[in-house]
């Protein structure tokens, strides 16, 4: 009997390995696999690279373009969640943001100042979830619900009656620089938008893997009883991370913003779902203590393929059900692999 389980430890170790490998990597055959399907989906009326396949450059530019808004959500989301928080207020945060950033820009604010101010503004509205869910002690899910809707009620406020989003008209013009930001190729063809999400998730990456706030935020979901225990002030650091969210949501804003050239108080409306979808797909335990910001980074580059990708395969409307199955896959699974571990 003993020998046979000798002999059976070295299958068990390689069993485990693999399985680790899996979970380590596995979002990125996941990645592959949707990049490999989307290119060969249109191959009977398109030559790969050419214009109409997916692989083609300029489709590829634009799919890195219009996920700039998601990719530099997706980071702080995930340590905010990998803390047991979550902020459903996320979308809202975006559309009030890009109504600020449109508003300053309009009248004449320069493009520094504007970006700058409608960053505090997104840290404000963090700060605010923070203190509900921190100091007042509501639960968060109720909490940025509540902010959800009174962040989108400001939004339709500060956008004049009549019209449905800040834009020229009525004497007042967006000035020629709104959209470079969020549109013109700056390297690679990629604008500046882009390229803020990378620098974003870079700092996010290294915080995650080299600060005591990518320790305390696993300590805090994993066991918060126990990090309090250990001196861990967990109160300030989810209110220093839903402050993270605020900020990361309005530079969405900006983006979403400056790509559409208009201030639309509703242009964040679905973002929450996104963000919570990209988070499972990476890995991240709804429970908290677990999930990679990398992992996120790629399975928002994975959603954003497939919300773009299938505008040439099947009509506009099947893709809600597509991404509230990919949502269900994402939730289950991810269920299924923290009950394994539990239970390991």
């Known amino acids: 009997m003993s020998q ?5 430890q070295p299958s068990a170790t390689r069993d485990n390995r693999i399985g680790q490998f899996l979970r380590s990597y596995y979002i990125y055959f996941v990645l592959v696999a949707v990049v490999v399907l989307l290119s060969m989906a249109n191959l009977d009326k398109f030559d790969l690279f050419e214009r109409g396949n997916f692989l083609n450059h300029r489709n590829i530019i634009n799919v890195l373009r219009v996920s700039a808004p998601l990719l530099t959500l997706a980071g702080a989301f ?4 990998v803390s047991g928080y979550i902020d459903l207020s996320v979308g809202s945060t975006m559309g009030l943001s890009a109504v600020v950033y449109a508003m300053l820009a309009i009248n004449g604010v320069p493009f520094l100042a504007a970006f700058a101010l409608t960053m505090v503004v997104g840290a404000g509205l963090g700060a605010i979830n923070g203190l509900l869910v921190v100091r007042l002690k509501i639960t968060p899910v109720i909490a940025t619900l509540i902010t959800l809707s009174l962040f989108k009620g400001v939004a339709l406020l500060l956008v004049q009656d009549g019209v449905s989003a800040i834009k020229s008209g009525g004497g007042l013009k967006i000035p020629s620089w709104f959209n470079s930001y969020g549109r013109e190729g700056t390297l690679l063809g990629l604008p500046m938008a882009f390229w803020v999400a990378v620098v974003v998730t870079l700092v996010l990456v290294i915080a995650q ?6 320790k305390y935020a696993a300590a805090t979901g994993g066991n918060p009883t126990a990090a309090k225990l250990s001196g861990i002030n967990t109160g300030k650091i989810v209110m220093l991370l839903y402050v993270i969210v605020g ?7 900006i983006a979403r913003s400056s790509f559409m ?8 409306d679905g973002m929450e779902l996104s963000a919570i979808l990209v988070v499972l797909i990476g890995g991240t335990a709804f429970s908290g203590g677990e999930g990679r910001v990398l992992r996120s980074f790629i399975g ?5 393929a497939l919300t773009v990708g299938m505008l040439t395969i099947i009509p506009a409307y099947y893709q809600t059900l597509v991404l509230g199955a990919a949502l269900l896959a994402a939730a289950a699974s991810n269920h299924l692999i923290s009950r394994k571990e539990t239970a390991s």
């Open 209 to 214: 893997n080299r600060t005591l706030l990518g």
């Open 78 to 81: 995930t340590l905010l969640m």
């Open 300 to 304: 928002a580059l994975i959603i954003m």
């Open 4 to 8: 046979s389980s000798t002999l059976d």
């Open 261 to 268: 050239s208009l201030g639309d108080p509703l242009s964040g």
């Open 247 to 253: 900020v990361t949501a309005a530079l969405a804003g």
